[in-house]
């Protein structure tokens, strides 16, 4: 009995510590996200954590550097391999680390690649090694490494040492101090080189390990121990810090701190989570496990830009939205059911979940979500809560077992018949005497009298009815899949029921709803809001709403005090914001896919908590801080890689700036890129898109997409740069961030080819040209020979012309000659006959004389001399002669002058010659014989020289011919 007993009140004990440590925690809890080493690929421990301008997070992992930047987790390991206990930022963006034996900085190369310096090589000759460098500080623009053993100092050339008394145990800066700690001699301050201890040692508890040190301003040092617990240092007195109720940290170890803000403190621990305070002892939040942390030992913590906290765990790595506007509530712990309705009342806060009604009382905060303590189920509310109704100033619970009145913190049943969605007031007046109850099984009227609500009666329509609304005696309904109802109230027993579907200007049957949105009922369906429309009888696409939703798909709509319009479109929250000239749309991505389906609630109580129903609990939103909590939208190109014949990263992603553009040359083979791309806005990274264009590629910019990367294959030469832009939910856009590459055309087309083809098209051309000289020397030698020949072949024809003309010439001159000559051996004949006639007429005068005396013999004797005058012959032949010249072209002449010795005699025979007259014709025109004609031939052959071969016609003939062509 006594051990159960102890057991009973050890188990008390614990579930009193847990309800301790639950009920100081606000029941708004920021939106926690586990990174698992499956997610980051690296080893188990994280001990230091920072933030570089561009925003990307550094973690000490077990096996190295541990990048992250919202969407791409790098390792980058040490050279050794060892494990990286330590990191701080340092100046230029060099990223500082510690590991076993090893120290030195990372720093991104022209390419955007980290890559390690090692400063091993500058320790002083007489140390050789170290163990693990266990914190790295920044001050006085010198960076100083711990190990046990030293504490080292490099200056940006040098490296100096710095030994303890016994074992350095903490380096820290704070207040403009750069603090350690000994094992022995306590903590001491370095300055002017030298490290010197300080007066507070001796107030300081024995054994006391320093975890850190917060400055909280006003010369107060918060020191957190290992296992002391807190102190404040001020004054030069210190002081066990004073929690205003039970000290949390008496049994827990302080593995790390952070300053928050200027009255918050994060405190990390071993095996206790992390836990939230402020600089006055109010322990605030305690997160652990239980509220979403992979394990309960932190080791480090870091706040990052937007003042969010990271956690380093002993296993993995988490992340905790801090300064979100999003809360989550988590009504019950151990049933976390799905939230279905939410209300502030009477100074009290009620939630209905789907299976309890949870109440809690409310204070002065302005985000609820703040509140601190418990909820406590209402009792008797057990089941479904439907939904929460304030009606005549009473709060009335619609539940699964049936319709109820919250009052002094209880259920008070009106009616257990069925279940019931919702409660209408019957008139326009309030306090409505009517009350419209919308259940299960169809409508209910409640009276209301007295401050009391009792069941009235039933009316005839028995559909469910989740979704009501009364206007002039009429009642609206919305079936979930048979369409809209409209129901006279004016005889309840007996109502006229009409029935609106598709065929009456509804797009659909299904998944029809009712609202009342800025005093008009409308009805949300699948293709965006409808109105009813008394004229024709039906529905048709609202006027006013249709610019704004268009053809959404909607489910749920919640109009606020400020007049916004609260929406769910297919499980996505969002809110038509009209606090400006024009109406806005906002998304929350945060929630997308977190929503309650099917029973969706929405509850803006304000602009500063407005209540969603969710899968698991309810989600706060401070929707003034919401739109308020801008950070700068950025976007980091995080991998620019190249793929082909061989593939390689062209950029690691990593840039002292923004972007630090290198243009890279690749070659054609090189001709696919793939870019990733990310937005360092952690809190938000939900809410983040990405739109993104390659010039002298794409013809626009790409649609907005959650997708950070993009691939481009088979790209052509030429240069190219990728743009990449982000937004906002709430539109805010980014810098626009560049990349430019060159894609090289294959050897056959790059510069030096062509180069070389210009080289080789001028020694072509050259060579060309000298070809083409001496083809055109050679063909002009040729046309100058051919033309030579043309003109002697010209001249050939010419002259053959010309002797052809000659020749014709000739033959008429010799047909004129043989004419002339035909003429003149006629004339000779006649001349012979002439003198043959005269000799015999001479002759027979002369007989005739001789023979006869009658005639008168001086009269002959004058006819014989007449005859017988030479000199009238002789005229004749020089008129013979003088005309043969005139033929021969002054033959007889000719031969006079080649031949002067000739006779009168052997001209005539020459002549006669000439004209080729037979030896015959010669002899009658000479008047001798044959015989005495070829002894004339001879004699003038041999006075002429001329060869016996030689015929005398033909010499004569081509003596002529010289005469009339002296070249030929």
Partial sequence: MGTCFKKKWLLFFILLKFSFAYSQNPIGLPNIISYYRSDYNGGLQNRGIVQDKNGIIYFANSEGLLSFDGTYWKLNPLPNKTIIRSIALGENGKIYAGGQNEMGYFLPDKDGNLAFTSLKDLLPEKITSFKDIWDIVSFDDKMFFRSQNNIFQFDGKSVTAYQPVSQWQFLGACNNQLIAQDAKRGLFQFSNGEWAPLTINKSLPQDLAVTGLLYLGKDSTLITTLKKGL?????????????????????????????????????????????????????????????????????????DKDRNLWMGLDDGIDFNSYNSAIKHIYPEKLNEGAGYSSIVFDHTLYVGTSNWLYQLPVDGNTDLSNINGAFKTVPGTKASAWGLFKVNDNLLLAHHEGAFQIKNKKAYPISTRFGYWNFTPYDKVLPSSTIVAGGYNGLDLIRYNNNAFTQDRLINFNESSRFVIVQNHTAWVAHTYKGIYKIDLSLPNQPNTKLYSHKNGLPSDLRNRLFHIRNRMVVATEKGIYEYNARTDSFDPSAYFEPIFKNKTLCYLKEDTGGNIWFIEEKKLGVVDFSGHTPRLIYFPELNGKLVSDFENIYPLNDENIFVGAEKGFYHINYKKYKSNKSQVRVLLRQVKASGDIDSVLNGGYHITTFNNQVKKLRIKQNTLHFEYSSPSFQKQSNIEYSCLLKNFDHEWSAWSRRTERDYTNLT?????????????????????????????????STWAY???????????????????????????????????????????????????????????????????????SVAMHLLQKSELLGKIREELVHLRKSSDDMPSEELKKMIRILNQESKMDKEWDQFAEYFDNTHSDFLKAVKEAHPALSAHELKLCAYLRMNLSSKEIAQLMNISVRGVEISRYRLRKKLQVPTEINLGNYFSEMSSLKKDPVG
Avoid at 279 to 302: A, C
Avoid at 719 to 734: C, W
Wanted: charged content about 25%; aromatic content about 12%.
């Fill in 755 to 825: 180069g070389t083809y210009g080289i080789l098209f001028i020694v072509f051309n050259y060579l060309f040209y000298k070809w083409l000289k001496r083809k055109f020397v050679r063909q002009k030698q040729k046309y100058e020979e051919e033309q030579k020949r043309l003109k002697y072949l010209h001249q050939l024809e010419m002259e053959k012309s010309e002797k052809e003309i000659i020749a014709l010439k000739n033959e008429k001159l010799e047909s004129e000659i043989l004419g002339k000559n035909s003429e003149l051996a």
């Fill in 231 to 303: 102190f404040l240092l001020a004054h030069e007195t210190v002081s066990r810090f004073k929690f205003k109720d039970t000290n949390p940290f008496l049994d827990q170890q302080i593995m790390c701190a952070r300053m928050i803000d200027d009255g918050h403190i994060a405190i990390g621990t071993h095996m206790g989570g992390l836990y939230i305070i402020d600089k006055h002892g109010r322990v605030l939040q305690n997160f652990t496990r239980k509220e979403g942390l992979q394990n309960n030992t932190v080791l480090s913590l870091f706040l």
């Fill in 717 to 749: 030469e030429g240069t190219y740069t990728f743009q990449i832009k982000a937004r906002s939910n709430l539109g805010d856009e980014s810098e626009l961030t560049s990349y430019t590459f060159i894609i090289l055309p294959p050897w056959y087309r």
